[in-house]
């Protein structure tokens, strides 16, 4: 079971790490809609640092919960139409 969190974590990690790479705002500068894209972003990026953070302190079950709220975070803001992402692929659900 601990080898199967483990590589879960690793998973949900690398999702999140490479959906903020892939995810670019997609509403108007300047804009309330583009002040909740770069919040949803600092969100995203906020509980992937934290994930790191659990990770080093050998706590895998808050790393996974933090990696999957910053993925949730990201793929909520896609369903909006805050971000444009890639249509194909595992990392968005829109």
Known sequence: MTADLHEKTDRYERLLSEALA??????P???PLHEAALECREMAEAYLDDGRHFREDDDPVNALAAFSYGHAWLDAGARMGLFDVPTEGELFTT
């Not at 892939?22 to 509403?27: I, K, Q, R």
């Open 29 to 31: 500068e300047g804009t």
């Open 22 to 27: 892939a995810a670019e705002v997609g509403v």
